[in-house]
């Protein structure tokens, strides 16, 4: 590696901390003092107080590494190759017979590294932190999940819930179950006061794979004889040995029906935007999940195209911008900078504008996903070739 080149290479570095470290601690800054009342009412004293709230930005930084690499990464190139302009180090280096190509090789090897810390980041880092990312700045991971919203499974069972207890794994309140009239030939009502999820990793239950209703009621009734077991997908439990305990004291009135559904905990508490905290492999799993229907699909079919492109949109934000700096325009710094921030809001309003057409159905998502690649990486392609060596 070159002198120059390391030049280069530690320039981009400090640039990008710079960048983020501003953008960044600024948001904390701001957010933490809006919300610490927040944060105080699932915490007792200043260093308990102190804990969340560094555990808490701590994990999020996954996600501003996310949503701000890209831009940080074009930001930190600027100014990189500004400084280089500013101090006369290019007319050096030009001079010297070095152009303007080789010269930025090592911006653009920085910035393919970081696009690829964000592909590692996407895929490997947010997933594991995706439900602390999910939760709410007063929420410490064991309140109750509200606002539970109503899932089909791929026979047709409707199944909501008033409140989920995450620790039993329970929904609670008012939990229904809708089946519909081809399995059993009528409309069916499944009505509990608490519905238990029974993972099919639970060997010691004599039921797996399914939810088991405490104090419900089925209307209309079905025969006995077809809820053997063996003969339907809702079975009624005469004895609950094996099965978790009930949540809460108390006989709960009515009888015990086990459903089976590939409906899992998980699916039925999931937030409406998880998909964003998903890796592609769960991203695939939720295609295929009868759970996932409406606007879901299209959003995580989006996503999954979003996933692809993403680092090649950030390298052809990168490519469009550089040419305003270092081409014609970049005779006076402040007009460059300031065109290329005008070139990353019209780039992003594109990218912005096509996943809203995307998941809204107006355009196929593939389309609405690829067009700003095509449109762009011709105009880059274009300005690229306009650097002057």
């Not at 998909?275 to 295609?287: P, V």
């Not at 809001?345 to 057409?357: D, H």
Request: charged share 20%; proline share 5%.
């Amino acid at each position: 590696m070159r002198i120059l080149d390391r030049e280069r290479y530690w320039a981009f570095l400090k640039a990008y901390m710079t960048c983020y470290i501003s953008l960044v601690g600024l948001y904390v800054v701001i957010d933490a003092f809006s919300n610490i009342d927040e944060f105080m009412k699932r915490c007792e004293g200043f260093p308990e107080l102190m804990k969340a709230m560094g555990r808490y930005y701590l994990i999020h930084q996954a996600a501003y590494f996310d949503m701000l690499g890209g831009v940080i990464s074009m930001m930190a190139a600027i100014f990189t190759v500004t400084w280089m302009q500013r101090n006369n180090e290019h007319l050096a280096m030009l001079a010297a017979g070095v152009s303007t190509h080789r010269a930025i090789r090592p911006v653009l090897v920085s910035s393919v590294l970081v696009s690829g810390l964000a592909v590692s980041n996407k895929e490997v880092i947010i997933p594991r932190f995706a439900e602390d990312l999910q939760k709410s700045h007063d929420d410490d991971g064991t309140r109750n999940v509200t606002a539970i919203p109503s899932r089909r499974d791929e026979r047709g069972v409707v199944l909501s819930g008033l409140e989920a207890v995450r620790s039993k794994q329970t929904l609670v309140g008012r939990v229904n179950a809708t089946i519909p009239e081809d399995i059993y030939g009528k409309l069916r009502e499944l009505e509990g006061q608490q519905a238990t999820y029974i993972p099919e990793g639970m060997s010691r239950a004599p039921m797996r794979g399914g939810w088991l209703f405490r104090g419900a009621t089925l209307r209309p009734d079905i025969e006995p004889e077809q809820l053997e077991p063996d003969a339907s997908i809702l079975t009624l439990v005469k004895d609950e040995a094996g099965f978790p305990p009930q949540h809460g004291p108390g006989i709960l009135p009515g009888r015990t029906y086990f459903l089976r559904t590939s409906l899992t905990f998980k699916a039925m508490t999931r937030k409406p935007d998880w998909y964003q905290y998903a890796s592609l492999g769960e991203l695939f799993d939720g295609m295929a999940d009868p759970a996932s229907e409406g606007t879901e699909r299209n959003d995580i079919t989006v996503e999954i195209h979003q996933r692809f492109l993403k680092p090649l949109l950030s390298l052809t934000l990168l490519f469009m911008t550089l040419p305003l700096v270092l081409g014609s325009y970049g005779k006076n710094m402040f007009i460059g900078l300031g065109m290329s921030l005008g070139n990353s809001a019209m780039f992003y309003g594109l990218v912005i504008a096509c996943a809203y057409l995307g998941t809204n159905a107006v355009l196929p998502a593939a389309l609405a996903c690829w067009l700003p690649l095509f449109a762009f990486g011709l105009l880059a392609t274009w300005r690229w070739d306009i650097i002057r060596t």
